[in-house]
Antibody, heavy 120, light 103 residues
Framework: QLQLQESGPGLVKPSETLSLTCTVS??????????WGWIRQPPGKGLEWIGS???????YYNPSLKSRVTISVDTSKNQFSLKLSSVTAADTAVYYC????????????WGQGTLVTVSS | DIQLTQSPSFLSASVGDRVTITCRAS??????LAWYQQKPGKAPKLLIY???TLQSGVPSRFSGSGSGTEFTLTISSLQPEDFATYYC?????FGQGTKLEIK
C-alpha cells in the first residue's frame, strides 16, 4: 500500500520559490506503474492540478503554471519534488502529492496535504 | 483545455435519499473520468475511475455512469458519512465541486 507524505516550509515570502518534497513509502518511485502528481487547494476553494511526473522523467504541467513550475524525482531518496517560483498570495493553498496508477484515471493515493502560506 | 462543470454546486439532502451529481465536459472525453469525495481537512478520496468503475473498498451505494460529455455520480441511499464535497476529474482538470449538506 503506497503512502505519501509532503514536507517543506509552511511560510514563503512573496517573489520567492516554494519548494515541497513528497516521500513515498510502500512502493518505488522508479516503478513504471505510477505517475506522481501535485494538486493544490486554496483555502475554501476547489482542487487545481499542478503537474505530474513519470519515472522516466517525463513531466506534464498545468499550462497556467507551466512557466513557474518544476517537478523532479530523486530515486535515491524515493521522493519527488515541486518547485514553484515567483510566488504571490494567490499561491497560498494546501498542497497535496498523489499517485495515479498507469492506464487508470484518478489519483488513488494521496498525502495528507501541507498548507503553504505566501506572506511577508 | 477541457473544462468540467458540475451541477449542482450545492445539494441539500436527507439520510436515505438518492442523490445524483452531474459533471459535463466541454468536449468528448470518452470514459476518462474520475470522482472523488473530500471531507473537511482531509485529502480527496478516489471513489470511481473510468467513469463507472468502483475503487476498491468504496461502498456499492456509490455508482458512476456516462461517457462522452455527460457523467453522473449517484449515491443510492445517503449515509451520515456521505455528507462531503464531491469532485469530478479528467486528466488535468477538476470540476468546481458539489457540496452535499444535510437537510
Amino acid at each position: 500500500q503506497l503512502q505519501l507524505q509532503e514536507s517543506g516550509p509552511g511560510l514563503v515570502k512573496p517573489s520567492e520559490t516554494l519548494s515541497l518534497t513528497c516521500t513515498v513509502s510502500g512502493g518505488s518511485i522508479s516503478s513504471s506503474s505510477y505517475y506522481w502528481g501535485w494538486i493544490r487547494q486554496p483555502p475554501g476553494k476547489g482542487l487545481e492540478w499542478i503537474g505530474s511526473i513519470y519515472y522516466s522523467g517525463s513531466t506534464y504541467y498545468n499550462p497556467s503554471l507551466k512557466s513557474r513550475v518544476t517537478i523532479s524525482v530523486d530515486t535515491s531518496k524515493n521522493q519527488f519534488s515541486l518547485k514553484l517560483s515567483s510566488v504571490t498570495a494567490a499561491d497560498t493553498a494546501v498542497y497535496y502529492c498523489a499517485s495515479q496508477t498507469v492506464r487508470r484515471d484518478g489519483y488513488d493515493h494521496w498525502g495528507q496535504g501541507t498548507l503553504v502560506t505566501v506572506s511577508s | 483545455d477541457i473544462q468540467l462543470t458540475q451541477s449542482p454546486s450545492f445539494l441539500s439532502a436527507s439520510v436515505g435519499d438518492r442523490v445524483t451529481i452531474t459533471c459535463r465536459a466541454s468536449q468528448g472525453i470518452s470514459s476518462y473520468l474520475a470522482w472523488y469525495q473530500q471531507k473537511p481537512g482531509k485529502a480527496p478520496k478516489l471513489l470511481i475511475y473510468a467513469a463507472s468503475t468502483l475503487q476498491s473498498g468504496v461502498p456499492s451505494r456509490f455508482s458512476g455512469s456516462g461517457s462522452g460529455t455527460e457523467f453522473t455520480l449517484t449515491i443510492s441511499s445517503l449515509q451520515p458519512e456521505d455528507f462531503a464535497t464531491y469532485y469530478c476529474q479528467q486528466d488535468r482538470s477538476f470540476g468546481q465541486g458539489t457540496k452535499l449538506e444535510i437537510k
